[in-house]
């Protein structure tokens, strides 16, 4: 059996987040659109969920035509069925994704992230998988004590920290 592998670069809209899962059952489009709208208020979204059997869509979710699109076209890109896709905008992923890997349907968060992000997809003749993501860039060194000082503000003018 021959394997392809290939990276494929996932577009994320100016001020999106995105978060890359996989699930395992077609129920994942409507219960991770709920999660995300009974989470944060005014969020906006996009969900794209890759269809693994039957008629194999991509079906979708979503109160953002602009994140709506992008979450199909990366999921299309991918390719890789049960997978879905989220773009959110006025939100961050840290404020859903504890919900998300609770969803009943979610087997695997592969990556929320802002990050330009590469998703490494292999492909065999009965379709293709995730092998892993390669999120932003590799480390330039270690923080120093203004790194660290800058860190700690950037947390606190979030509202993540006290």
């Known amino acids: 059996m021959n394997v392809g592998l290939n990276a494929v670069q996932v577009k994320i809209p100016e001020g999106a987040n995105l978060i890359l899962g996989q699930s395992h059952f077609i129920k994942t489009a409507e219960d991770i659109a709920e999660i995300v709208i009974g989470s944060v208020p005014g969020v906006e979204y996009?969900?794209?969920?890759?269809?693994?059997?039957?008629?194999?869509?991509?079906?979708?979710?979503?109160?953002?035509?602009?994140?709506?699109?992008a979450a199909?076209?990366?999921?299309?890109?991918?390719?890789?069925?049960?997978?879905?896709?989220?773009?959110?905008?006025?939100?961050f992923p840290i404020n859903i994704l504890n919900q998300i890997k609770n969803c009943h349907e979610v087997a695997s968060v592969f990556a929320a992230t802002a990050?330009?992000?590469?998703?490494?997809?292999?492909?065999?003749?009965?379709?293709?998988?995730?092998?892993?993501?390669?999120?932003?860039?590799?480390?330039?060194?270690?923080?120093?004590?203004?790194?660290?000082?800058?860190r700690k503000e950037m947390l606190r003018k979030f509202g993540y920290k006290f």
């Open 115 to 150: 990050n330009p992000l590469q998703v490494i997809t292999a492909e065999t003749g009965q379709g293709k998988g995730i092998m892993g993501v390669i999120d932003g860039s590799s480390p330039s060194g270690v923080e120093n004590s203004g790194d660290k000082q800058a």
């Open 72 to 91: 199909s076209d990366n999921a299309l890109a991918i390719g890789a069925g049960h997978t879905f896709v989220l773009l959110i905008k006025n939100a």
């Open 46 to 69: 996009g969900l794209a969920f890759c269809e693994a059997s039957g008629p194999a869509l991509i079906r979708t979710e979503g109160n953002s035509e602009e994140l709506v699109k």
